[in-house]
């Protein structure tokens, strides 16, 4: 006969401040588990909903990012030319030749200098990029000294409006738009005309070349065909894997850093479960006799007090994730490792996490009862009868 | 006297509790130290930065290169003392993880400029005899057990190619706030090879090293500096070397106030798990504490029977966490070194400690001695266990 749900849980009702107590330790560390895994998974997802699965990205061999990357004119021309890129309904080839560096601009909040990458954009390039729709104002005129801004931009640096200019490489820039790419790293990028920041930055070279795949399916081929042509220098990457490599690093330390963390942490929580539930076991020795000599067996005795900690370890689960889904209205920037510019991206709770906490939170209440079950399942009747 | 002893034995009723409790503030005061130490370590290079070098760059962001040119301008402005330059080399040893900075520098007068980094005479002078030399940290000598005369190739991502290097010298620094994993060689190198592959990026440096005659003119001399070049193609941006660390750590600062909130979560984890021993520890003791008041002891004696338990508990933990944080930093600083080329514990670091010890053990014992100290005689008599 197995010891009813009620006893269990009553039981924990009972000892209200013990309850809490050990409920509140656990649920800090779940939330610090939640919140670092959630952190690494907005950064990925960040950074992997920048790519498209049939764009590619040409860059200069062994440069990891855009920033480190040039491509000649020359070189430029002959990818360009390449068949298998797709052409849209005019007739053109879907590439664009684009050339990526950065320029420090001062914040809103603290007003001092965060670097910020800054595009500059050939005619399709806001076609290749379907995720970018302009919210507000235009898309600059090409050819003139115009540009528009990530939404992220918008929201975290000084003059951030359109209608309002931007000085840099001596030359003033009139924002004529504002471009939402939601949670992507386009957001935290501004964009002009090509060319002409090309002249303003006094570079040769562009940075990379994006083009659309006709047929996603012959990325091998063209890749080779680059790859291996002597005139060419590059690397064929698909977006998708050429924004995971950058966000590798980063996300990497902050789960490593994670999991140690809550690893730690959790050994405090588990030692605050096993002194609850070795109390509520001493305290109640006279009771488990008298369960026993009921006739319950050792294994029920077991697995109520198994059940009990289970218990503290999902209800200090649970409050963990609530505290910790708040968090998704929190966006955070910080320093992109692999391009040394701003990023921003928020806290994202995926159903995933939801499960990885939760059975951590019961593991946790696990280790923390299981060994005061065990003392309080071998006691003899007649000493736990005398006991009190 | 015989209150003291009363506390010691009474912590001493509960053995298995105590001695979990005690793990339990050792560990959390452990990663606290460890957190801490981390912070510390992320400020390292802000905290060895001199207050006579200017860092000269270029005003549009770090990318972007100066012309040598400006060398001989700078050296002629009031109040500098000697000026170097040196560029980001950004290259790959084997492998990307094997990751630590390397930088092409005007060596000379570089050196001279950083007196922290000490190399033996007679290396110095081979150094800087040969074109295709190099120097290392002595960390990062060790990790990768170069010696003397090893030749290193790194793979370049900002310079295209395999470079290959002698390794000339080995430095050490004056004193472990010294980062000793850098790697350096001579710029007149790189940029004769530039001059060969990329004739139009060649005479460009990353950066200037400004030393100044007198620290407190530092602020003019940088307003000097950038308004020489003011209007120019390149219009630099000169700033404190503490102020260009400083500027590194603000774009992270995301992450570090996050470190920050967290070595404050792990005390309140441990605050809880204190305040849950000395909360069931109270209620037990109930009884006696009213026998306490009968016998005519007033709150008193009682609260200070309970935050003196809560005291001596938090504390021993406190302190055996924070002899353990020693060792353990040392295995951290040896695996951590990639990240982290300076990971020393902080004399501030173990104040903060002692004061969260003793913030744990008074609040752990504010609710129980607050109960203790409230409940009538009649009621404490009647209540059992």
Redesign the interface.
């Known amino acids: 006969m197995k010891i009813p749900f009620s006893y269990s849980l009553r039981n924990l009702w009972t000892r209200r401040l013990t309850t809490s107590l050990t409920v509140g330790g656990m649920a800090l560390v779940v939330f610090v588990f939640a919140a670092v895994l959630m952190l690494a998974e907005g950064l990925q997802k960040t950074l992997v909903d920048t790519g498209s699965d049939d764009n590619v990205v040409v860059t200069r061999k062994s440069a990891g990012s855009e920033v480190q990357s040039a491509i000649d004119r020359v070189q430029a021309s002959i990818i360009e030319t390449q068949p298998g890129i797709a052409v849209d309904a005019d007739g053109r080839r879907m590439v664009a030749k684009e050339i990526v560096v950065l320029i420090a601009l001062p914040k809103k909040s603290t007003n001092k200098p965060s670097n910020v990458v800054i595009r500059g954009i050939g005619e399709k390039s806001l076609e290749l990029r379907r995720q970018v729709k302009i919210s507000e104002g235009r898309m600059p005129v090409s050819g003139s000294t115009e540009i528009i801004i990530g939404k992220s931009i918008a929201k975290r640096f000084k003059s951030g409006k359109v209608g309002e200019i931007l000085r840099f490489g001596l030359r003033d820039w009139r924002i004529v738009g504002i471009f939402d790419a939601g949670n992507t790293g386009f957001s935290s990028e501004v964009w002009g005309d090509a060319d002409i920041l090309m002249q303003t930055f006094r570079r040769q070279a562009y940075s990379s070349i994006i083009f659309r795949l006709q047929n996603p399916t012959e990325f091998e081929v063209i890749k080779q065909k680059i790859e291996s042509d002597p005139r060419l220098t590059l690397e064929v990457r698909k977006e998708t894997k050429y924004y995971r490599d950058q966000s590798e690093m980063m996300a990497k330390f902050l789960r490593i850093l994670g999991i140690s963390l809550t690893i730690i942490f959790s050994l405090g929580a588990v030692i605050g479960a096993m002194i609850t539930m070795y109390a509520a076991v001493a305290n109640r020795i006279a009771e488990i006799g008298t369960l026993r000599a009921l006739g319950f067996r050792r294994r029920n005795i077991l697995a109520a007090f198994v059940m009990e900690s289970l218990f503290l370890g999902l209800i200090g689960g649970i409050a963990g994730l609530i505290f910790a889904s708040f968090l998704q209205f929190y966006t955070i920037s910080t320093m992109n490792w692999a391009t040394f510019s701003e990023l921003a991206f928020s806290f994202e709770l995926s159903p995933h996490i939801v499960l990885k906490s939760i059975l951590f939170s019961l593991i946790m209440g696990l280790t923390g009862g299981m060994l005061p079950a065990i003392r309080a399942s071998r006691m003899n009747i007649v000493e736990a009868l005398r006991g009190e | 006297m015989h209150v003291l002893k009363l506390i010691f034995r009474n912590s001493l009723r509960h053995k298995?509790?105590t001695i979990?409790?005690v793990?339990?503030v050792t560990?959390?005061i452990?990663?606290f130290g460890l957190?801490r130490t981390v912070i510390s370590a992320w400020y390292a290079g802000v905290e060895a930065s001199s207050a006579s070098r200017l860092v000269t760059r270029n005003?549009?962001?770090?990318?972007?290169p100066l012309p040598l040119s400006y060398k001989e301008k700078i050296r002629q402005i009031e109040g500098v003392k000697s000026v170097s330059y040196g560029s980001w080399f950004?290259g790959?040893y084997i492998d990307?993880k094997n990751f630590f900075a390397n930088y092409a520098l005007e060596a000379e007068h570089y050196l001279d400029i950083y007196p922290e980094f000490i190399i033996p005479p007679e290396q110095k002078e081979a150094f800087l005899r040969d074109r295709k030399s190099a120097v290392a940290g002595k960390k990062l000598a060790d990790k990768y057990g170069w010696k003397i005369g090893d030749i290193i190739t790194l793979?370049?991502?900002?310079y295209?190619g395999n470079w290959e290097f002698v390794l000339k010298a080995i430095y050490k620094g004056r004193d472990n706030t010294v980062d000793e994993t850098a790697f350096f060689f001579h710029w007149a190198y790189l940029n004769e090879i530039v001059k060969k592959i990329a004739p139009?990026r060649a005479d460009q440096v990353g950066w200037y090293m400004v030393e100044v005659k007198n620290p407190d003119h530092a602020a003019e001399v940088a307003v000097r500096i950038d308004q020489a070049f003011k209007?120019s193609?390149a219009?630099t941006?000169t700033e404190t070397e503490k102020a260009f660390q400083l500027?590194?750590i603000?774009?992270?600062?995301?992450?570090v106030i996050?470190?920050k909130l967290?070595s404050f979560?792990?005390i309140?984890?441990?605050m809880?798990?204190v305040?849950?021993?000395m909360?069931?520890t109270a209620r037990e003791r109930i009884g006696e504490y009213a026998v306490f008041k009968t016998l005519g002891f007033g709150g008193f004696h009682i609260s200070g029977l309970i935050f003196g338990e809560s005291i001596v508990i938090t504390m021993t933990g406190t302190v055996i966490g924070m002899v353990l944080t020693f060792p353990v930093a040392k295995v951290f600083a040896s695996e951590l070194s990639t990240?982290f080329p300076i990971f020393i514990i902080e004399p501030e670091t173990l104040y903060m400690d002692i004061a969260a010890g003793l913030i744990v053990a008074l609040m752990a014992g504010i609710?129980p001695a607050w109960r203790a100290i409230k409940i009538s005689i009649a009621d404490g008599l009647r209540r059992i266990?």
């Open positions: 298995l509790r979990l409790t793990l339990g560990i959390a452990l990663s957190l005003a549009v962001s770090l990318t972007f950004g790959i990307e793979k370049g991502t900002i295209p139009q209007n193609l219009e941006l500027g590194f603000s774009m992270t600062e995301a992450i996050a470190i967290v979560v792990v309140f984890i441990i809880a798990v305040a849950n021993t909360a069931m990240y609710f266990g």
